[in-house]
């Protein structure tokens, strides 16, 4: 199968405890409930695209234990090419830490396991995969030295590469941007690369006219139910979040990445595509978990039907 979307990223077992609220440092709470969820942001990211409408392969790798048979097989049920996921030796997969209170707020914490293992050669070994995509996506869940091998080589192959740079934990190397077709960060991520807060409209556009002046070419400012602020060289463009009742937002931001990649891979432009976006994401957090959260086609058609 020749993909339209490929995703170099993260394949995760998310480990998911609800409470009442998040504990204060040092506390032990009693949860309300535990569940293993298969995620990761790649393999989320690639899930949503496949959901969506595009024809997806992943590019990562996964331990040789339970949750990397898992994961593997819940990525091929959703219809995607894991030729580029390898199995690594001697590793435990990668798992996230999640906790989500009654607000629907979480925090998380990732422990890379074998997606610590993805190097610049697993690109190159696989990269056919590469080149039959007409979209590149890529998340900072897996080595630096890796994402930035991915970009370049997207620009090399002139393709549309997209970054979702998360988690971020300081600036992306300078050489980055150029290669960047899309940048899609959220609030927090737009004040760690631009060093400039958001906490509105007006804070999101000046953070993403700071990275367009980094070298990105278009800078896509998720902003949870304040929407998505769009700026180019050319235009800034507001798009509103449709209202819905939140229930967990764990997966929004990845379900709004891959979702937003199908659309343009299957012909929309790019109003289009964020609108499209927009809807999946906020489909997805009227539902708990990672990617049991994202929607299909037809969930997000139903939704915006007049």
């Known amino acids: ?132 995509a007409e979209v590149l996506v890529c998340q900072l869940e897996v080595p630096v030295e890796t994402v930035g091998y991915v970009l370049g080589r997207g620009r090399e192959l002139d393709k549309i590469v997209i970054l979702n740079p998360a988690p971020v ?46 070298g990105a070419r278009k800078v896509i400012v998720t902003l949870g139910a304040l929407g998505a602020l769009f700026v180019s060289a050319r235009r800034v463009v507001h798009f509103a979040a449709p209202k819905v009742e939140a229930v967990d937002a764990t997966a929004a931001g990845d379900t709004f990445v891959g979702a937003f990649s199908a659309a343009l891979a299957s012909g929309k432009d790019e109003d289009e595509a964020i609108r499209f976006a927009q809807v999946a994401a906020a489909l997805s957090v009227t539902r708990a978990g990672a990617q049991p959260s994202i929607p299909l086609l037809r969930d997000v058609q139903d939704f915006a039907a007049p």
């Not at 298969?38 to 590019?59: D, E, I, T, Y």
Request: proline share 3%; aromatic share 6%; net charge negative.
């Open 169 to 214: 934990s300081g600036p992306l190397p300078a050489h980055w941007y150029a290669n960047l077709d899309y940048l899609i960060p959220n609030e927090t991520e737009a004040w760690a690369l631009s060093g400039v807060t958001v906490d509105s409209l007006e804070s999101a556009e000046l953070a993403a006219r700071r990275l367009l002046a980094f």
């Open 1 to 132: 199968m020749q993909a339209s979307v490929v995703v170099v990223g993260s394949l995760n077992m998310d480990l998911v405890t609800r409470t009442e609220r998040l504990p204060y440092p040092g506390e032990t709470l009693f949860g309300q409930s535990f569940g293993t969820v298969h995620g990761g942001k790649g393999a989320n990211q690639a899930v949503a695209a496949s959901r969506l409408g595009a024809r997806v392969a992943m590019v990562g790798c996964v331990g040789d234990d339970a949750y990397g048979l898992q994961l593997r097989e819940g990525l091929l049920a959703e219809h995607i090419d894991c030729q580029a996921v390898r199995t690594v030796s001697g590793s435990a997969s990668g798992v996230a830490l999640i906790m989500v209170d009654a607000g629907s707020q979480n925090t998380i914490v990732v422990v890379a396991g074998a997606n610590g293992c993805l190097e610049p050669q697993d690109i190159k070994s696989f990269d056919e995969v590469l080149q039959g």
